[in-house]
């Protein structure tokens, strides 16, 4: 091509899509002739969607695909192949209507990020947005235009498996971090080449499975269901998120896949959403062991009647719903409705237009991209005497422990495409950095759950001629993720006693945790100078944790959940309510009174401190920040006004640093009770050495509105308490009220 073709094609190729965009009645008139021309069975194709398609295409599948078997197929086939569908598709079935290829892409396609828990932990909605821009270019690159994310489950248990995840417990946070990626997925416009579909899921309430076991029996009262549960759904409706998935739960006594309250009631009659609803994995016909559906046709109704449009996998739509529609069980309309969402997104994907389906090569570098994540997802959770950063001119370190060089442990859960070749892990980055002779290398064990001391030995010579010893522990990706919940939080296998036989040299110790959720490390965090949590960090966690470890890059994650001391204290959350008796800091873990002198009966545990490990918002860097005065630009505001709150921040270390300032309110009595403490806003702010900055937050009232008894949203006047905080625990303090409007 000359290189005046090559400019007009790439004008071309960015406009084309803009000028062609069909308004929402084009699309709609379009829907409706295709209506008029669908078999019952080409509808209900499309509501089905198949894991069937497999390498290469068989002469069974291309046959299906061209009677319009299908709508969608998931995770399945080559790029190639999924061209070849496609074209099958658009040119020889009766209609030409297009297939949608979902696939999960978590966190990452190729370039692998950090886990979602792991991103949330950057409070960096830029960067999030980022991450998942890079994911939706390399994911559309092969004909991928659909991904199963953001999971939006607000988890307050660390022992469910899937909190890796999660954005976190803060709906507030989910909502905003949620937003972001939706943005990245979704790009400018839907119809843009290298724009994905995103997914909002898992709608609603699977977080909250009884003890933590996944798949399990979620209770969720309306009341913490609008206040906490469907915020961050909201909010990425409201995003304009192109999908919702239904769950796998059972929530309140109905299968959150057959739910006509959550699924018809609010999410499309409250929040209007006219995108299209997936169910999860065979969640339609799970309906039978919940003991909800009696067969497939029941469960094809039950799923159909709550406005559930396609099927994940298991086939009770198709096999089913004909017959319920001739025997005048399921309205031919209900049919229509939920083909008429599938068309439309595939409408408003641009996937009838002929032309180039495939975007070009991704446009940001995905490697520094994930570096930059990795390191913003790094939460520095302890750090005495300045034992971080270390100093270049270090003589040696030893690096201990199984996860210093796990190329697949380090990329966490969901990489069902991820390339391992990309990865560096905390060994290579270090070996880089130090060369090799600095580098003293002794795995200790040879995985998380390994339980032999047979390397102990060994890893104790090396911490003995080191300078300073970097402990690689956690859990690898296997315990963590779908169906991989834990009973313990501890470090598995025989890490502890690692820590303590290492420890005997007396080295400066750092430790470097890799997890899908909070662990529990209360006594190696007593053995070690410090402790960065770097969750599962993705491709680029080598490089990153080494930068932060030699204050190349300092520290700036949060956590966005509360750690607990111990799994006893699950579930352990900074937005929770009072109770009548609350505990007061004087009794912190210790058995109050005697059985004929009983004292202290208020909320707590005798034998640990019912606060937490680490607050929710924690995070240390490599310097300081002092908070004080708390100014107010008036006493209250009326239920539709508004007022700033703001605090002077002084940096009072010796470095540069970012810190998180996190903006909570509590009302102090509602018509219904209300958390002790509920994040409202957060700005993160960079300051050099010494520097002092006034941040200033404007609260409206509005943001302060919750659903009362009656599922009525409202402001309600009163008095609150705002705080603007380093994190949930604490924070310098004022108060305010709020009347009712004029
Ligand atoms: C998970 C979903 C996922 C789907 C497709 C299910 O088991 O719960 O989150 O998107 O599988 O792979």
């Known amino acids: 091509m000359t290189t005046k073709l090559k400019l007009a094609w790439a004008i071309w190729a960015a406009w084309t899509p803009a000028l062609l965009a069909a308004t929402p009645a084009d699309i709609d008139r379009r829907i409706d002739g295709l209506l008029q021309r669908m078999t019952l069975e080409e509808k209900l194709g499309q509501m089905s969607q198949s894991t069937s398609m497999n390498t290469p295409l068989s002469d069974e599948i291309r046959d299906q695909i061209r009677k319009g078997r299908w709508g969608s197929f998931l995770n399945a086939g080559s790029a190639a192949d999924r061209a070849e569908a496609q074209r099958i598709a658009r040119k020889e079935s009766r209609l030409g209507i297009p297939l949608i290829f979902g696939r999960d892409v978590i966190h990452g396609y190729q370039t692998v990020f950090p886990i979602p828990l792991g991103q949330s932990a950057s409070w960096d909605p830029a960067l999030i947005e980022q991450a998942a821009r890079v994911a939706a270019q390399e994911a559309s690159a092969v004909g991928i235009h659909w991904t199963f994310a953001p999971m939006l489950d607000i988890a307050r248990d660390p022992r469910w498996g899937r909190i890796a995840e999660s954005l976190g417990e803060d709906p507030y946070l989910a909502g905003v971090l949620g937003s972001a ?8 416009s839907l119809d843009a080449r290298d724009s994905i579909a995103a997914c909002a899921k898992h709608y609603v309430g699977y977080g909250a499975a009884e003890g933590g076991r996944d798949y399990n029996t979620t209770w969720i009262p309306e009341l913490l269901l609008r206040n906490v549960y469907l915020r961050p759904f909201q909010a990425v409706k409201d995003a304009g998120v192109a999908t919702f998935m239904s769950g796998f739960n059972d929530l309140n006594g109905i299968p959150a896949s057959g ?4 699924l018809r009631d609010v999410l499309r009659n409250e929040w209007k959403f006219d995108g299209m609803v997936v169910s999860d994995y065979n969640s339609i016909t799970e309906m039978i062991n919940h003991g909800y559906a009696a067969d497939a046709s029941d469960a094809a109704f039950e799923g159909v009647r709550a406005g559930v449009d396609m099927e994940m996998v298991s086939t009770a739509y198709y096999d089913h719903l004909k017959s319920l529609v001739d025997a005048r069980k399921v309205d031919i309309k209900l049919i229509d409705e939920s083909v008429r969402n599938i068309l439309r997104l595939k409408f408003r994907m641009g996937l009838f237009d002929d032309g180039p389906s495939l975007a070009g090569a991704p446009a940001l570098s995905a490697l520094d991209v994930a ?6 997802s790094c939460v520095l959770l302890k750090n005495d005497g300045g034992t971080l950063p270390l100093l270049n001119s270090i003589g040696k370190v030893a690096v201990i ?14 990489t069902l495409d991820g390339r391992r070749e990309d990865v560096r892990t905390p060994l290579m980055a270090l070996r880089e950095r130090l060369g090799e002779t600095r580098v003293l290398r002794a795995a200790g064990l040879n995985t998380s759950r390994d339980m032999s001391h047979d390397g102990f030995s060994a890893a104790l010579e090396a911490a003995r001629a080191s300078d300073a010893v970097l402990l690689f522990l956690g859990e690898e990706a296997n315990l963590s993720g779908e169906a991989r919940a834990r009973a313990f939080l501890d470090l ?39 402790i960065l949590y770097a969750w599962h960090p993705g491709a680029m966690g080598g490089p990153a944790i080494a930068d932060l470890l030699f204050g190349d890059a300092a520290p700036k994650g949060r956590l966005s959940v509360t750690f607990p001391r111990t799994v006893g204290q699950v579930p352990l959350y900074y937005d929770h309510m009072s109770t009548g008796r609350p505990p007061s800091p004087s009794t912190l873990g210790i058995p109050a009174g005697s059985p004929l002198d009983p004292k202290d009966y208020t909320s707590r545990y005798i034998d640990i401190d019912y606060t937490p490990e680490y607050p929710f918002g924690f995070g240390l860097t490599y310097t300081s920040f002092e908070y004080s005065s708390l100014r107010l630009s008036q006493p209250g505001m009326t239920a539709d006004g508004s007022l700033t709150v703001s605090a002077d921040i002084v940096n009072n270390g010796s470095r540069e640093g970012d810190e998180v300032v996190q903006l909570y309110t509590r009302q102090l009595v509602g018509s219904v009770t209300r958390p002790v403490r509920e994040l409202r806003a957060f700005q993160r702010v960079h300051l050099r050495a010494g520097e002092k900055k006034t941040v200033e937050f404007t609260l409206r009232a509005r943001d302060l509105a919750f659903y009362n008894e009656r599922m009525k949203l409202a402001v309600e006047p009163g008095a609150f308490q705002v705080w603007i905080a380093p994190d949930a625990a604490r924070g310098v303090e004022g108060g305010f009220r709020v009347t009712a409007s004029l």
Request: no cysteine; aromatic share 6%; proline share 7%.
């Open 492 to 530: 598995p296998g025989a890490q502890e006693a690692l820590v303590e036989e290492v420890a005997k040299a007396g080295k400066p110790t750092i430790a470097i945790i890799m997890a899908g959720r909070p662990l529990t490390f209360h006594n190696v965090a007593s053995k070690v100078n410090a």
């Open 181 to 188: 990626m939706v943005r990245g997925f979704q790009g400018k």
């Open 259 to 262: 739910d006509v309250f959550t």
């Open 371 to 376: 570096r930059k994540v990795a390191a913003g």
């Open 401 to 414: 422990g199984p996860l210093a060089d796990s190329p697949v442990d380090q990329m966490g859960t969901w």
